[in-house]
C-alpha cells in the first residue's frame, strides 16, 4: 500500500515550456486534491476533484490545469510555466466518511523551479 | 486574503517543555480544524483535528483547545521533545468537500 505518490519528485523548467504532474492514490478515496506550498504562505488549493470525471477550481487556479479520467489518478498540468509557478506541489486523497471528506492524505510533493 | 492566521513563524522550545501555536479564523462557516505536521521534504501529516462543538480534544502529548466565540484555535503540545521539530500548520475548511485552508506555518524546534 503506497498510500499518495507523486511523479515527479524534482523538475526543472524554462519559462513557456510545459509540463504535467502525476498523482497517483491506491487507497481507493473519492475524492483529491493539488496544493501548491510557498515560503510563509502554507499550502493553498489549486485545484480539486469529487469523483472520477470531475474537477472544480480551488484558491489559486490560474495556469494550471487538471484531469480525472481515472479514480487513482489526478493529473495537474502547466500549459505555460512562469517563474511564479516555481513551488512545492502537494497532492491529496480523502474519502467521504458520515457526511464529511474525512482526513487528507499528502503525497510527497514535487520542487518544481521555473527559470 | 489570509482566512487563517497562525502565529508565531518560529519558536523554540526546550525538552519537556509546552509548546504553544496559535491560530484565528475570520469564516463562522468553517467546521472543521485539523493540524498538520510536516518534516523537511515530506508531505504533511495528520496530527490531530476538531470539530466546533467542543471546546478541547486531547491525544497523548497533543491537545487543541477551541474558542468559537474568539474564532481562535491553539495547539498544545506537552513534554516538547527533540522528534516533534518540524513545521506545524493549522487549517480550517468546511462543506462537502472540505477544502483546506492553511495558516502560514510554524517552525517548531525543541533543544535537547
Known amino acids: 500500500n503506497a498510500g499518495v505518490t507523486q511523479t515527479p519528485k524534482f523538475r526543472v523548467l524554462k519559462t513557456g515550456q510545459s509540463m504535467t504532474l502525476l498523482c497517483a492514490q491506491d487507497m481507493n478515496h473519492e475524492y483529491m486534491y493539488w496544493y501548491r506550498q510557498d515560503p510563509g504562505m502554507g499550502l493553498r488549493l489549486i485545484h480539486y476533484s469529487v469523483g472520477e470525471g470531475t474537477t472544480a477550481k480551488g484558491e489559486v487556479p490560474d495556469g494550471y490545469n487538471v484531469s480525472r479520467l481515472k479514480k487513482q489518478n489526478f493529473l495537474l498540468g502547466l500549459e505555460s510555466a512562469a517563474p511564479s509557478q516555481t513551488s512545492v506541489y502537494f497532492c491529496?486523497?480523502?474519502?467521504?466518511?458520515?457526511?464529511?471528506?474525512?482526513?487528507?492524505?499528502f503525497g510527497p510533493g514535487t520542487r518544481l523551479t521555473v527559470l | 486574503q489570509q482566512q487563517v492566521k497562525q502565529s508565531p513563524q518560529s519558536l523554540i522550545v526546550q525538552k519537556g517543555g509546552i509548546s504553544i501555536i496559535n491560530c484565528a479564523y475570520e469564516?463562522?462557516?468553517?467546521?472543521?480544524f485539523p493540524w498538520y505536521q510536516q518534516f523537511p521534504g515530506k508531505g504533511p501529516a495528520l496530527l490531530i483535528a476538531?470539530?466546533?462543538?467542543?471546546s478541547e480534544k486531547k491525544e497523548g502529548r497533543f491537545t487543541i483547545s477551541f474558542n468559537k466565540s474568539a474564532k481562535q484555535f491553539s495547539l498544545h503540545i506537552m513534554d516538547s521533545q527533540p522528534g516533534d521539530s518540524a513545521t506545524y500548520f493549522c487549517?480550517?475548511?468546511?462543506?462537502?468537500?472540505?477544502?483546506?485552508?492553511f495558516g502560514q506555518g510554524t517552525r517548531l524546534t525543541i533543544n535537547p
Open positions: 491529496a486523497s480523502s474519502t467521504p466518511k458520515g457526511g464529511w471528506a474525512g482526513e487528507q492524505f
Open positions: 487549517a480550517a475548511s468546511m462543506g462537502g468537500a472540505q477544502k483546506l485552508v
Open positions: 476538531i470539530r466546533p462543538d467542543v
Open positions: 469564516n463562522t462557516a468553517f467546521d472543521y
